[in-house]
């Protein structure tokens, strides 16, 4: 793989599924902890324009984020829904949910999402303000709706996000530092509990996902000799 741009794990599968980046394949790769290759599943119907996070739910569907926007060219963007992944052999097609941001929002990069009451939690790439935006996982099209903007100690730039199995805690991941959310009822989240936690480790970090309700994967890409790697953090007892 030349970009593992996310991590997922997924109900009943004993894998971490990742993606590639950017106008790679339009697969979906599931690999051991230890880094190992064992599937790959073509997402026959989508386009990789730039894809950089997943997502799934209770059911163990996956959910493609293909709204990458670096160039701050798009205003459309689209999240593939995929059924989950153990019960396909190699190829199968998506369903797909679109959205566009509101009229008095200029145009964004996001690279994390999560699900949270049947919504799509989308934070955008942004070095100070990091706003989020949610849109009903329901198939067609959507305006995405703002909900808050958080300002991140250690330089936001979230990369990726994930939430536990129990719906209790949230994180968020950035080149150096997890930030931990807890103590919410709503999805008021900018006023939860927020806690970074340094990773004392730079590299280019681009997925999170929850191996357990207490403990997260990390990915990073491989840049020259550093990254490549899965590591695991105890996030809390």
């Known amino acids: 793989m030349k970009e593992a741009s996310a991590a997922e794990k997924v109900v009943g599968s004993p894998l971490i599924w990742t993606i590639e980046d950017s106008k790679n394949s339009n697969s979906l790769f599931g690999v051991d902890t230890n880094g190992n290759l064992v599937r790959e599943i073509e997402i026959s119907n989508a ?31 689209t999240i593939y829904k995929v059924p989950n992944p153990e019960g396909i052999a190699h190829k199968t097609f998506a369903d ?26 989308i934070l955008n790439k942004k070095k100070k303000e990091t706003m989020l ?29 994930d939430i536990s199995k129990d719906q209790k805690t949230i994180v968020f991941l950035n080149k150096n530092t997890i930030w931990k959310i807890t103590n919410f009822d709503t999805d008021d989240f900018c006023n939860a509990t927020i806690e970074p ?28 000799f550093i990254g490549g790697n899965i590591y695991t953090l105890k996030i809390s007892d």
């Not at 386009?47 to 701050?72: A, P």
């Not at 099209?141 to 250690?154: D, G, I, R």
Request: hydrophobic content about 35%; some cysteine; overall charge neutral.
């Open 47 to 77: 386009k990789n324009i730039d894809w950089e996070e997943l997502t799934s739910d209770s059911l163990g569907n996956i959910y493609i984020g293909d709204f990458g926007n670096n160039k701050k060219e798009r205003d459309h963007f």
């Open 96 to 121: 797909l949910i679109t959205f566009k941001l509101p009229k008095n929002v200029k145009p964004l990069n996001f690279e994390a999402f999560f699900i949270y009451k049947n919504h799509f939690y």
């Open 133 to 161: 935006f949610k849109v009903p996982n329901t198939i067609g099209n959507h305006t995405a709706e703002y909900v808050c903007s958080f300002n991140l100690e250690n330089g936001g730039k979230i990369t990726s996000a």
């Open 197 to 224: 936690i340094s990773l004392n480790h730079i590299s280019q970090k681009e997925g999170v996902c929850f191996k357990d309700n207490s403990t997260i994967y990390i990915t990073d890409e491989r840049i020259w």
